[in-house]
């Protein structure tokens, strides 16, 4: 239980003390009005003794009476009207009230009990404390003392306990409130004191012995008198009162009467004194229990903390408005619901909430919660004790004293006796009961009967002077005078005998008070008989059916228990007393029992939580709207945050519904709020009928929306999920016409794609600037998301849309309407174009903002700072997730601020069918409508860079909600005409750009770059304009190349064009960047795009070298005309995916020649062996492919001519037909390699038709240069670092490091030649025949070594071991065994045929020459060994009639590049064909001492004819 002001000792005491009349004539009357107050409130203040007492025991053992109060009460007769056992009207209104008037005190220290893992806040605070808008509730723990523990107090419970035993009328069971002694007070100023005195003796004489006055009853028939002489200090005769003061001595004795002065202070003296008034806290209880005295059905007026309030408990109309004092509920009538919305169970949420008229019965509780004035006995706010001064408060309190100290406690001891007396006298016993106590109680005890065993015997009357009464009555009177352990002797004594009459009535009253005697008496000789009040209580209740007396049972008991600690015990018996019968006594008794739930050693929360909201269901029905809030909010405590949805949705619910009708609408907002932004599992029935009552307390809270917007809980809005597009719409494809992709809101963030758009946007930008990115580079970003970098203020442009995308999420299982949605917005305005003073601080500007005009939509914009685009109506189905696209133009350049969203929010008809038509939603109007507001509020990312950042949770700013409107730039839309989809791999096709300047500023700067540089071409603006068609519209099968016809007389086959070109020609304004990625410059007319203008450029494009699906990136840059501004410079994005198929697939290998004409000198020649395989799968509907021209690209090699020309005719190819073409190359003539033409390439054309395309010119060179991997980027460096090795390693002699041999021994067999092959592709399309081209390349790069078009799928690499030591440097590489036996290329130089006489002379004898190249750039040593090595016999047949004469073994020395040749002499003795090829070559490098020679790879067989004639 809660906490009580008084000990449970004292509780006890109080609640049982001597009763005292007092009776007074109408002058003492007069004489106590002057302080508007009457005899008995003139003294209650003062009935408390401050001093012991002491009296005598029969026994004559001396007992001490300690902090013993009084009861004094004017004599108030009634007719006799028999005991029902339940409380009136008037008493359930007496209680109800006390309970209204006593409340918790506002601003108090809060309250809190510490229970495991909860701090609960049981105080006025916990209003503030439980519900979900109170986030600073545990900051009020820092208000309390160090304790751990604070235990709850609930002053309304004690209010209502002091007022439920004040008010209980008397009974003849018991006479514990039975009258003791009578005042009997006349003024001194009567003409005879005396005679009154006889007056109002008699008067008292005949209303206790008459038989017409039953109320009040009488202790025993000798009552006390007491005679008081009241004199008037300030008008009465002093000397007159003593006299007869001493008169009345004479005739009452000294102990019989009293002379009490009062009003010694006058008008005159002391005004400004302050005199303390200790009877308020006492007049509005008396005021309350006054009620009690007439049972009348008829409004009673009472007075409550100064307040008259009428209450009216008759007819029905009232109650469902019942007027409320200071905002509370006061009215009850037992067990009907004063409000029917609240007649539910405490945990159900019945289907009745949904009803029509409940609003509005809700809202007419609400709107008739008032406060009436009536009158009373007494003016509230009058003063009391005005004529009184301190030592007329002593006199009183000495006057008390004298009272009871000489007249109660002596009357109280001669009485006990007496009835010690006759007891004995009567049982036949001894003197004393005390003599006899273990002879009464020691043994030989009679079985007691249960209760169900009994009959109702609880009307059986027992004589006045029956002896178990006068058992009880001594027992009574030594319970009143604290003599507790005889007290316990007779109430036991007195329960047997009612038991054994089974006088059940009696014997549970004397079972109730043994119980307590026991637990009160000192020293604690037996245990609380706690069983003796459970006995009681049942036998109250059930067999009495009087459920006054078991409350009152149960509540001593209770305390009795709490005060030892067994609070499962105490919870148990206050949950049994509650019934249906009385509402407002339930629902403490609940509140009363959560609180021993909270106490016990280990505080059972939950419990304490449930039977809260018992308690506060209970409070709601019995009027007791505060209570109930009270009790619903600290229930909310624990409930929330728990994962008890339906729990907290009751709570919340009754909370803002209490909140309503007690006149808090903001705390019922908050309320209804939490019901609505929780993951309900309520049904959907239950979610319109919660949805609808938020709204309706928002549309009845008056100017709650006029001054500024709520905050709406509907829908939830994700604001991380928040995106911002800033950019112009793009203009929609025309006909042929495609669109850049550019970036939109329909696209998906994805961060890869992100990172290779800003290495575009990084290489366009350094190309800008001279190939170093500026410091203040900053990608750009169009659409902000919540993966990308938010740190910087966003740019956007004046008059340039900017939008917001907000993702809404429908919780409920109801459709939501919204209507009127717009953004708000804050907006400082800037002039960018002047410089910003330095002393200029952000807040001297002036803000501009929408949030006056949000509030009525439709007033007047300010469209001239910022256009807000205002979406009429938005739907959301039931549980659904939609996005919002909400548009802002901003007009004038300045920092904007993004704020949130405003909208209508309405409620749909309740109606079954809750699916919203996307076409025909309901209309906003249908329900109630509410207008506010939502906050975009985004948290940016965590900060993880310092220390301190990563030890605390910090978070960095997110700007994409804060733009900076800059002044206006260009604006480029780009559209591509007759672009393809898909291409053959290699396939050239050309389409058309078209670049539109759609803003009002000049455009210039324009550059592109590409993921795949090598896809497309603008072509070379140095050369030529090609000879194609520029319009779009010319025949279809026109060529995109430059073609010329094939001169006449031409040899197929032969070379037909040498051209020189340089790769700067294809390369203005490009710069190479990483990975292969370009950047190009797009050439307008003048370097510049006006406003409104727009231009058409060729472009080629180039299908991938390998087959799929590619997605190919564009980015093109732009800038002003007008430098330093806030954008420096504007990119447009274009994305294309192209469909490649398969084409031609090209292998190369390059061989040295057999044999060296003379007339190509020293120079060399090459066999170029070319593959070509159709590998198309006819997917494409190509019937064959036509190899048209093969063309080579080097600086050293070019193609010199074919050998095996197809005579006339194209080199056809159908599918899976393969074709081998053989070319020779030779080196480029010295006059062509000048050193001008260093860095250029020889382009030479080899048709094999009777077309010649020149491959020199665009788009053929341009996607040579743009081929993927260039063999250009890095070959040219090799041969230059091999050069300047070769000449260091000459100067360093023998000993030259190995990487230098490497260098010279590599460049001996590396071809710096090109291969481009164009060929043409016949397609049918739509039943007619269509001419593709297109052209493949393959890159030798050693001899002997085959090239291929296609890429070789790399292979998937293997996992590495980890390694944990440093692996030791590589080792120094040597050139392979392979790579040195090229170091010499050998030709033998003979007659194919050759004639001699062998009968003439049998040797013949055949000169040849033996011609060694020195294919190195380093001086090698060479051996030539003529001699055969035989190894087989088969060997010698062949060779052994052929013989070498002369010298047979050479030992030679050639220098770079230097040809030799060497005459050498065959002989032959018979006729036959012989095999020159058996000379044997060994070379090794001539710096290089302590390396072996190699032997050389030899040419083919060389074979002779030697005829005999």
């Given amino acids: 239980m809660a906490q009580c002001v008084q000990s449970v000792q004292e509780f006890i005491q109080d609640s049982f003390v001597p009763m005292v009349a007092v009776l007074c004539s109408k002058d003492a009357e007069k004489i106590t009005r002057k302080n508007n107050l009457n005899f008995s409130e003139l003294l209650r203040p003062f009935c408390r003794l401050t001093s012991e007492g002491h009296m005598r025991d029969p026994n004559n053992q001396v007992q001490v009476v300690k902090n013993l109060r009084i009861s004094v009460n004017n004599v108030v007769t009634r007719p006799s009207v028999p005991t029902s056992g339940v409380h009136s009207p008037a008493q359930r209104r007496l209680l109800s009230e006390v309970v209204s008037a006593s409340q918790p005190a506002e601003g108090g220290v809060a309250n809190v009990i510490t229970a495991g893992d909860y701090d609960l806040n049981i105080s006025d605070r916990s209003v503030k404390a439980s519900v979900p808008w109170y986030s600073d509730w545990r900051d009020t723990l820092t208000e309390l003392s160090t304790s751990k523990h604070y235990t709850a107090t609930t002053p309304w419970f004690e209010a209502y306990r002091e007022s439920f035993l004040q008010s209980m009328p008397a009974s003849d069971h018991e006479f514990l409130n039975h009258y003791l002694a009578c005042l009997l007070v006349v003024s001194s100023s009567e003409a005879v004191p005396v005679e009154q005195f006889l007056k109002l003796s008699q008067e008292q004489h005949m209303i206790q012995h008459n038989g017409e006055y039953t109320n009040p009853k009488w202790f025993i028939p000798n009552t006390l008198k007491y005679y008081v002489l009241l004199h008037d200090m300030s008008q009465g005769d002093e000397q007159r009162a003593d006299s007869v003061y001493e008169d009345m001595k004479q005739r009452y004795s000294s102990q019989g009467c009293y002379l009490l002065k009062i009003n010694s202070r006058t008008a005159a003296a002391g005004t400004d004194e302050q005199i303390p008034d200790p009877w308020s806290q006492y007049l509005n209880k008396s005021s ?29 109309p009232e109650m469902d408005g019942a007027p409320e004092m200071d905002g509370h509920d006061s009215a009850e009538n037992d067990g009907v619901s004063v409000n029917s919305l609240d007649n539910t169970h405490p945990l159900q949420l019945e289907a009745a909430i949904d009803m029509p008229g409940n609003l509005d019965s809700l809202s007419a509780v609400a709107a008739e919660t008032k406060t009436t004035t009536v009158y009373t006995g007494v003016a509230a706010g009058t003063s009391h004790g005005a004529c009184l001064t301190l030592n007329d408060h002593n006199r009183l309190r000495l006057f008390i004293q004298e009272f009871t100290f000489r007249g109660l406690l002596p009357h109280i001891e001669k009485n006990i006796r007496q009835l010690n007396d006759q007891l004995v006298s009567r049982k036949g016993l001894s003197r004393s009961l005390f003599s006899v106590t273990k002879k009464l109680f020691g043994g030989g005890k009679v079985p007691e009967k249960s209760i169900a065993e009994l009959k109702n015997t609880s009307g059986l009357l027992y004589h006045p002077e029956a002896p178990e009464l006068q058992i009880r009555k001594m027992a009574d009177l030594c319970f009143l005078v604290q003599h507790y352990e005889l007290a316990y002797s007779c109430y036991h004594t007195a329960k047997k005998d009612f038991l054994s009459d089974q006088a059940m009535l009696y014997a549970a009253g004397a079972l109730e008070m043994a119980a307590v005697s026991a637990f009160l008496q000192g020293g604690a000789p037996r245990p609380y008989p706690a069983h003796y009040m459970d006995t009681a209580i049942q036998t109250y209740r059930d067999v009495c059916k009087n459920k ?380 109630t409508l509410v207008r506010g507001r939502q906050d975009l509020e985004i948290q940016g990312p965590r900060l993880n860079q310092t220390k301190e950042e990563k030890t605390s949770v910090s978070h960095g700013p997110d700007r994409r909600l804060d733009p900076t409107i800059t002044p206006p730039m260009p604006l480029l839309e780009v559209f591509f005409i007759q672009f393809p989809t898909a291409l053959l791999c290699g396939e050239i096709r050309k389409a058309y750009v078209e670049f539109c300047n759609v803003s009002h500023v000049p455009l210039c700067g324009l550059r592109v770059a590409s993921t795949h540089p090598d896809f497309f071409t603008f072509g070379s603006s140095s050369l030529a304009t090609p000879l194609t068609p520029l319009s779009p519209t010319s025949f279809e099968n026109c060529s995109a190349y430059k073609t010329l016809a094939t001169p006449p007389g031409a040899t197929p086959g032969s070379v037909t064009a040498v051209t020189l070109v340089s790769a700067a020609d294809f390369g203005s304004g490009v710069v190479s960047g990483t990975g292969g990625k370009r950047v190009a410059e797009i050439p307008l007319g003048e370097g510049t795009l006006m406003p409104g203008e727009s231009t058409q450029l060729p472009l080629w494009l180039r299908g991938p070298d390998q087959e799929g699906v590619h997605e190919i990136n564009f980015l093109f840059y732009y800038e002003g005309a007008e430098k330093g501004g806030k954008i420096s410079h504007r990119v447009l994005r274009h994305t294309v995916f192209i469909c490649a198929s398969r084409s031609l697939s090209v292998r190369a290998t390059a061989c040295h020649s057999n044999t060296l004409p003379e007339e190509e000198g020293r120079n060399g020649s090459m066999l170029v062996f070319v593959d070509v395989e159709n590998i198309n799968t006819s997917e494409a509907g190509v019937r064959e492919f036509h190899i048209a021209q093969v063309s080579s690209s080097s600086k050293q090699w070019r193609l010199h001519k074919c050998i095996n020309p197809a005579e006339n005719k194209d080199c056809k190819l159908t599918t899976r037909e393969r074709g081998k073409l053989c070319f020779r190359a030779t080196r480029c003539k010295p006059h062509e390699a000048t050193s001008k033409s260093l860095e250029k390439y020889t382009f030479a054309d080899l048709s094999l038709g009777n077309e010649q395309i020149i491959s020199s010119t665009t788009p053929c060179a341009d996607f040579f240069f743009r081929r993927c991997q260039p063999s250009e980027s890095w070959r040219p460096l090799i041969a230059v670092e091999t050069q300047g090795r070769h000449f260091r390693s000459q100067g360093a002699g023998p000993g030259g490091g190995a990487e230098d041999i490497t260098g010279v021994v590599r460049k001996c067999n590396e071809v710096d030649l090109d291969i481009i092959v164009l060929w043409k592709a016949f397609v049918v399309e739509d039943n007619k025949q269509v001419i593709l081209e297109g052209q493949l390349h393959v890159a030798l790069q ?168």
């Fill in 288 to 316: 309350l229990q006054s009620q009690d005295q007439s049972e009348e059905p008829a409004p009673t007026p009472v007075v409550v903390n100064n307040t008259a309030v009428e209450n009216n408990i008759g007819g029905a």
């Fill in 548 to 927: 006054v007396l078991a409350e009152r049972c149960a509540l001593f008991s209770a305390e009795v228990l709490k005060s030892q600690a067994k609070y499962s015990d105490a919870a148990t018996l206050l949950i049994k007393m509650t019934s249906e019968d009385s509402d407002l006594c339930s629902a403490l008794l609940l509140e009363q029992a959560a609180h021993c739930f909270i106490n016990m050693r280990n505080p059972m929360v939950r419990k304490f939580a449930f039977h809260m909201i018992l308690a506060g269901h209970r409070f709601s029905k019995a009027g007791q709207k505060r209570h109930a809030l009270r009790c619903y909010c600290q229930a909310m405590q624990v409930y929330k945050g728990k994962g008890w949805s339906l729990a907290e949705d009751h709570i919340n619910f009754t909370i803002g519904r209490q909140s309503f009708t007690l006149r808090q609408p903001e705390n019922a907002v908050l309320a209804f709020r939490h019901i609505l932004t929780n993951d309900s599992q309520q049904t959907a029935t239950q979610q319109g009928a919660f949805l609808r009552e938020y709204l309706y307390v928002y549309r009845n809270v008056p100017g709650l929306c006029e001054v500024a917007l709520p905050q709406l809980p509907l829908p939830c809005i994700n604001s991380s999920a928040t995106r911002v597009y800033f950019g112009h719409e793009r203009r929609l494809a025309e006909g042929e016409k495609q669109a850049a992709t550019h970036v939109s809101l329909d696209q998906e963030f994805d961060q890869d794609l992100a990172a290779v758009w800003q290495d575009l946007e990084e290489q366009l930008v350094a190309a800008a600037n001279r190939g170093v990115v500026p410091s203040t580079f900053y990608p750009t970003q169009c659409c902000l998301n919540s993966q990308t970098d938010n740190l910087h203020f966003p740019l956007a442009v004046v008059e340039e849309p900017i939008i917001v995308e907000v993702a809404f999420r429908n919780p409920l299982k109801v459709p939501l309407v919204l209507s009127d949605l717009s953004l708000l917005w804050k907006f400082t305005l800037k002039d960018f174009s002047r410089p910003q003073p330095q002393d200029v601080m952000v807040g001297d500007a002036v803000t501009i903002t929408n949030e006056k005009e949000a509030i009525a939509p439709r007033t007047v914009q300010k469209d001239s700072i910022i256009t807000t685009e205002v979406i009429p109506e938005f739907f959301m189905n039931p549980e659904e997730t939609r996005v919002a696209r909400l548009k802002l133009i901003p007009r004038q350049t300045g920092q904007l601020t993004i704020l949130g969203l405003v909208y209508n929010l309405a409620s749909t008809p309740s109606t079954g069918d809750y699916t919203i038509n996307s076409n025909r939603g309901p209309s906003a109007t249908a329900g």
């Fill in 1342 to 1509: 050693t001899i002997g070594k085959e090239a291929c078009s296609l890429r070789q799928k790399e292979e998937a690499q293997e996992m590495v071991l980890l390694k944990f030591k440093p692996e030791l440097p590589p080792p120094m590489t040597r050139p392979s065994m392979e790579q040195l036996s090229h170091l010499i290329k050998t030709n033998l130089h003979y007659p194919e045929s050759y004639s001699h006489s062998f009968v003439q002379k049998s040797l013949c004898m055949v000169p040849v020459i033996l011609t060694l190249s020195n294919c190195s750039l380093a001086q090698v040593d060479a051996i030539i060994d003529l001699r055969h090595k035989t190894t087989s016999p088969e060997s010698f047949e062949v060779h052994g009639s052929f013989t070498w004469l002369g010298q047979t073994q050479y030992k030679l020395q050639l220098r770079a590049q230097e040809v030799m040749r060497l005459p050498l002499r065959a002989g032959f003795l018979h006729a036959g064909v012989y095999n020159l090829g058996t000379p044997r070559v060994f070379a090794k490098l001539a710096d290089q001492g302590a390396m072996c020679e190699t032997s050389q790879q030899t040419a083919t067989p060389a074979l002779i004819i030697i005829n005999s004639t």
